[in-house]
């Protein structure tokens, strides 16, 4: 999980980027960046929930979830 701290600034920078000032190019680079952390954390968390998910049948068996090896497209 992501510091609150972090997620703060992110949000931050959002509603200055809102304002007529705008951001610094520095700025920029550092919403980028904590967008970009903010995003691995995410696919990480929902990817250790998934993890830990199972499926119950109607007969009662129980069966973890499968990784997708292939991507599907459209």
């Known amino acids: 999980m992501m510091e ?3 997620i703060d600034r992110i ?4 509603r ?3 304002s ?3 951001l ?3 700025e920029e680079a550092e ?14 968390s929902l990817t250790a929930q998934l993890e830990h998910t199972v499926v119950q049948y ?5 069966r973890p ?6 991507r599907r497209d459209g």
């Open 31 to 44: 919403r980028a960046a904590l967008r970009r952390e903010y995003v691995a954390a995410f696919r990480a």
């Open 65 to 70: 979830l499968k990784r997708r090896t292939e």
């Open 20 to 22: 007529p000032a705008g």
């Open 58 to 62: 109607p007969d009662g068996t129980r």
């Open 4 to 6: 609150q701290e972090k």
């Open 11 to 14: 949000n931050a920078l959002a």
């Open 16 to 18: 200055k980027a809102k």
């Open 24 to 26: 610094t190019p520095e």
